[in-house]
Antibody
């Protein structure tokens, strides 16, 4: 059974930092791209940052590029999201999700399994 | 950026009725790289359909997807009580991968 368990969310002041983690199990972690998707309160879904199975290919939404860094440790089956220079508009539930293929590219960048999410609140 | 527009915003139906949800793309989606997700309050999204018409693992056959090019449809043949939720479409043709704004299916 595929399981994804996020952690690391919380309340942080504007300009602060947080590191999210997602522990994966139930599949060969290194064989699949992973991604972070967020959902602001009462809003829809926004793709944040996918990473390939090897970690060698990453992508960032314009809204987070230069502030967020996605990474993975395949030896620990864990996905990370380092979030710096946080803004109020980054307040959201952050989900980690497994992609359909090794790369998050055309034909495989849909999410077939999702974690339960971790809440990030940016406020003074 | 490919923009996905879902309609209607809200669909009010009774259990047992048929639901038809629409997703229109601002440009043609090659190879029908479109997915549908269901999200219930307080829960993570769940993949229903990928490749416009392929059901994900464990999804009941009352859910079906169709369409190509710029127009796609999710059909729920007979609504069950657990189907009342928000539904999102998502394209994975090109980055940035984008979601529609969602259609809420509510009990009439």
């Amino acid at each position: 059974e595929v399981q994804l368990l996020e952690s690391g969310g919380g309340l942080v002041q504007p300009g602060g930092s947080l590191r999210l983690s997602c522990a994966a199990s139930g599949f060969t972690f290194s064989s699949y791209a992973m991604t972070w998707v967020r959902q602001a309160p009462g809003k829809g879904l926004e793709w944040v940052s996918p990473i390939s199975g090897s970690g060698g290919s990453t992508y960032y939404a314009d809204s987070v590029r230069g502030r967020f860094t996605v990474s993975r440790d395949n030896s620990k089956s864990t996905l990370y999201l380092q979030m710096n220079s946080l803004r109020a508009e980054d307040t959201a539930v952050y989900y980690c999700a497994k992609a359909g293929g090794f790369y998050c590219g055309a034909g495989s960048c849909y999410c077939d399994y999702w974690g339960q999410g971790t809440v990030v609140t940016v406020s003074s | 950026e490919i923009v996905l527009t879902q309609s209607p915003g809200t669909l009010s139906l009774s259990p047992g009725e048929r639901a038809t949800l629409s997703c229109r793309a601002s440009q043609s989606l090659t190879s029908s790289y479109l997915a549908w997700y269901q999200q219930k309050p307080g829960q993570a999204p769940r993949l229903l359909i990928y490749g416009a018409s392929s059901r994900a693992t464990g999804i009941p056959d009352r859910f079906s997807g169709s369409g190509s090019g710029t127009d796609f449809t999710l059909t729920i043949s007979r609504l069950e009580p657990e189907d009342f939720a928000v539904y999102y479409c998502q394209q994975y043709v090109s980055s940035p991968w984008t979601f529609g704004q969602g259609t809420k299916v509510e009990i009439k």
